[in-house]
């Protein structure tokens, strides 16, 4: 029936002998019948999972055939095909996960023709059970991450699982107000929305996502991007199959004081891209959080198969910009996290910096204190530090309180208070009706004419005069 194209009833009659096979070697091994008999019955059943296997992939074929056609409603589009001449995949005896499970074997057999029957052969010399499971490992192995195809993959939507976020929050402090352009569904927005985070966000693709405040994201190439003024902090989970350009882009237009990216392991790896040089040799990453077992359920946006581990490793790649503009110190730290460990754990809070050590946490009750393995900066330190961005903001001559000023630069409130009380003593800026602020002639001269050196200059200048 294979041979004459009937593969609908190969596939049944196959799988039905391959049941019996297999129960009739089950049987054979419980009542310790000879070695002989026990081969033939795994015969048997090995044949039957060859013409089995060969039935699903032509099949597989067919139902591509007719999704291309139109025929047969594809993942995303109306389960009802307008027509005379549609079918259903229960009609040529297939679930969507059978589909999916028939394609890998496609794919196996033609990024390595004959792994199948190779495959199940090698089980019965080995003297062992060619079964369904083993074969589909099998294929798997064959074909790696490999598995879909860029048209399959589409615009690579995989969304990041919320054990990722609970590590990430967890062991690092972000500016409090973050970019995240490849938004997807939100599963990086809702959890750092949850920290306390301002989150920015954009996406290829319009999926009419919003955040908290009603804000919606904006749609286009995050690769033609252009830098949001003041170098706000990002975290994302790039499309793969970008990932070099993507990250690049982020180091040399966007310059975020600090990214969080969430990759393939394999990105240590590779040297012939000259992006992924530049982020990994030129501008590397300070501290790269590998995770100890594979992530749950980094599946793709049309996913029909059984929810299970991906099967990549993955971890955080994290960049911090040193003070001259470069990243990193050219020795990346590499440590090893379980995501488990942060299942219940507290987000650091937004806008304090630094990071905490995993080592710490991991033999810590939930009611004892980080430990901080970068030292928290004195509000005066970051007044410092933030100043010439707070004074260049004062351009956009709207009365404001610590408030905006926080949502505006990306600090913590405590920070925007201290600035505030700073710039006032230094006569920048003067208190209005409502407890709100406005820059004095002296500060829109300074925002209008100076570049950043000599805002600090003439900072330190008035502290000098004020002391």
Not at 4 to 26: F, I, T, V
Not at 126 to 150: D, F
Not at 197 to 202: D, Q
Not at 310 to 330: A, I, K, L, P
Request: aromatic residues 6%; charged residues 25%; proline residues 4%.
């Amino acid at each position: 029936m294979l041979d004459e194209g009937d593969y609908q009833a190969a596939l049944m009659l196959s799988s039905g002998a391959y049941d019996q096979a297999k129960a009739a070697a089950s049987f054979a091994s419980r009542v310790k019948a000879g070695e002989q008999l026990i081969g033939k019955a795994r015969r048997m059943q090995a044949d039957a999972l060859l013409i089995e296997s060969r039935a699903k992939i032509a099949l597989a074929d067919q139902v591509d055939e007719a999704q291309a056609a139109g025929t047969v409603a594809t993942a995303g589009r109306p389960k009802k095909v307008e027509g005379d001449h549609h079918f259903r995949l229960e009609d040529v005896g297939l679930s969507k996960e059978q589909v999916y499970e028939a394609r890998k074997l496609r794919d196996a057999e033609k990024h390595e023709p004959g792994i199948v029957e190779r495959a199940i052969q090698a089980r019965v010399e080995a003297g062992v059970e060619p079964s369904r499971a083993a074969l589909k490992k099998a294929a798997g192995h064959a074909i790696g991450t490999k598995t879909a195809s860029k048209e399959e993959r589409g615009d690579d939507l995989y969304e990041t699982p919320i054990e990722a976020m609970r590590t990430l929050l967890a062991l690092e402090s972000f500016g409090l107000n973050v970019l995240e352009p490849s938004v997807g569904r939100g599963a990086i927005l809702r959890p750092l929305e949850d920290a306390g985070y301002e989150v920015t966000i954009s996406d290829l693709v319009d999926r009419g996502i919003s955040t908290r405040h009603g804000e919606c994201q904006g749609v286009g190439d995050f690769l033609t991007s252009i830098a949001i003024e003041g170098g706000w902090d990002i975290v994302t989970n790039p499309p793969y199959g970008v990932a070099n350009a993507y990250a690049a882009h982020a180091l040399r237009e966007h310059k975020p004081r600090k990214m969080a990216l969430l990759l393939n392991l394999n990105f240590q790896c590779g040297y012939e891209d000259a992006d992924r040089r530049f982020v990994m040799d030129e501008n590397p990453p300070s501290r790269i959080y590998a995770f100890a077992h594979r992530l749950p359920m980094m599946h793709r946006d049309d996913w029909q198969g059984n929810r299970a581990s991906s099967q990549m490793n993955t971890g955080w790649f994290v960049w911090e910009r040193n003070e001259d503009g470069s990243y990193g110190d050219g020795h990346p730290r590499l440590i090893r996290v379980v995501y488990d460990h942060y299942e219940t754990a507290e987000a650091l809070p937004p806008g304090a910096g630094g990071h905490v050590s995993p080592i710490t946490f991991a033999v810590a009750k939930p009611d004892e204190e980080f430990t901080r393995t970068t030292p928290r900066k004195t509000s005066e330190e970051r007044v410092e530090e933030e100043i010439h961005r707070a004074i260049l903001w004062l351009k956009e001559l709207e009365p404001f309180d610590a408030v905006k000023l926080r949502r505006g630069i990306g600090v913590r409130d405590s920070v925007a208070v201290a600035l505030i009380e700073a710039m006032s003593a230094n006569g920048l800026i003067h208190q209005v009706d409502d407890g709100m602020w406005m820059p004095t002639a002296e500060g829109m001269h300074l925002t209008a004419n100076a570049n950043a050196a000599d805002m600090v200059q003439a900072w330190r200048a008035g502290k000098a005069v004020a002391a």
